[in-house]
């Protein structure tokens, strides 16, 4: 297994971990119900959110250089 391998599947733990941690912006039960609040819908990220989603954009850029790294090598 070459490095790249290994960092490969390093950042995909990574970075699955960080998307099963977010918050989901739907309500499951508003999903089979139909109904559609918009209330709470345009709510600005801040703290400890913002920095899981930059963590997470970051995460996933590493992983696709990783991907093409040990695509080409």
């Known amino acids: 297994?070459?490095?790249?391998d290994v960092l490969l599947i390093l950042v995909s733990v990574v970075l699955i971990t960080l998307?099963?941690?977010?918050?989901?912006?739907?309500?499951?039960?508003n999903a089979f119900s139909g109904e559609k609040s918009e209330l709470f819908a345009n709510q600005k990220e801040r703290g400890?959110?913002?920095f899981i989603s930059r963590t997470?954009?970051?995460?996933?850029?590493?992983?696709?250089?990783?991907s093409i790294w040990?695509?080409?090598s």
């Open 70 to 72: 040990a695509m080409i």
């Open 48 to 50: 400890f959110e913002l």
């Open 56 to 66: 997470t954009l970051a995460t996933s850029a590493l992983f696709i250089a990783l």
């Open 19 to 29: 998307v099963v941690i977010q918050n989901s912006k739907d309500n499951a039960a």
């Open 1 to 4: 297994m070459r490095i790249q």
